[in-house]
């Protein structure tokens, strides 16, 4: 997507602000919250600390208590 801000100046001509649409808003949000959970994911998968089981192990452990 292209996105097409809009500058608010001061009197003197200096960017104070941005305006872009709604689409284009939503557009940055949905990129960023994308960007986040890479970001988790890529966390924990390099967190060598955690022990994991495969699922099916794990409910059957649940069943024998």
Not at 30 to 41: A, F, N, Q
């Amino acid at each position: 997507m292209t996105l097409n801000p809009q500058f608010v100046t001061d009197k003197k001509g200096k960017k104070k602000a941005v305006q872009i649409s709604l689409k284009e808003y939503k557009y940055l949000i949905e990129e960023l919250e994308m960007k986040e959970d890479i970001m988790l994911y890529e966390s924990v998968k390099a967190d060598k600390k955690e022990n994991y089981i495969p699922l099916k192990v794990y409910l059957n452990k649940r069943k024998e208590k």
